[in-house]
């Protein structure tokens, strides 16, 4: 017999499923429990509503984010390799988190309370592991920042701005990649010839 947060972690994986499929609006919690081999109420049991289940979703995808980065970034000692990994990891994980992404980015769904919190609570996770980097770089002379802070925020801004145009067709995984190198260079080298 499963325990509660079997259950419920159950419920969780195959909500993700169908809201990444669905999208929010018009997953149905008769869906989830059908998806789930559950009745409604059983659910209900687990869960207060659609948007419980979502958030619960939304939560567990930026869990998942954040130790993807976490465990690349960390075995590495050198920050430029550190940074380069971060990039990657971040863009092409992203790609695989629908209702993560869909949460932070669509305005229908920021009437929901907790997008907001969500939001915010990686932005400031995302800028701290960033920074961490940049000021191991500049600490070992090999990145020439006088504000570490700011260059984070500068960075994580333009990843969130290439989310969107770096993903939206469907392009071989070699494009991508390449494309990653070519954001990673800029980077790091910049436009000006030197």
């Known amino acids: 017999m499963l325990d509660k947060?079997?259950?419920k972690n159950s419920i969780i994986s195959v909500a993700r499923q169908i809201f990444s499929r669905f999208g929010f609006k018009k997953?149905?919690?008769d869906e989830i429990a059908q998806a789930s081999a559950k009745g409604k109420s059983s659910i209900y049991y687990y869960f207060s509503s659609k948007?419980?289940?979502f958030q619960a979703v939304v939560?567990?995808?930026a869990s998942m984010l954040k130790h993807e980065l976490l465990d690349a970034?960390?075995?590495l000692?050198?920050?430029q390799e550190k940074l380069k990994a971060y990039v990657l990891v971040r863009m092409r994980t992203f790609k695989k988190l629908a209702n993560y992404y869909a949460a932070i980015k669509s305005e229908y769904l920021s009437h929901l309370d907790f997008v907001e919190n969500v939001r915010k609570k990686f932005d400031l996770e995302e800028i701290a592991m960033v920074e961490n980097i940049l000021k191991a770089g500049a600490q070992n002379d090999e990145?020439?920042?006088d504000n570490t802070r700011l260059a984070a925020v500068a960075i994580v801004t333009a990843l969130k701005g290439l989310e969107i145009p770096m993903f939206w067709q469907d392009e071989q995984e070699q494009d991508i990649e390449k494309r990653l190198d070519d954001l990673i260079n800029i980077l790091f080298y910049g436009l000006?010839?030197?």
Do not use: A, C, H, L
């Open 5 to 7: 947060d079997e259950v």
């Open 59 to 61: 939560e567990k995808e």
């Open 51 to 53: 948007e419980d289940i």
């Open 192 to 194: 000006v010839k030197r």
């Open 143 to 145: 990145f020439n920042i």
């Open 77 to 79: 000692s050198d920050p």
């Open 73 to 75: 970034i960390e075995p």
């Open 27 to 29: 997953t149905t919690m």
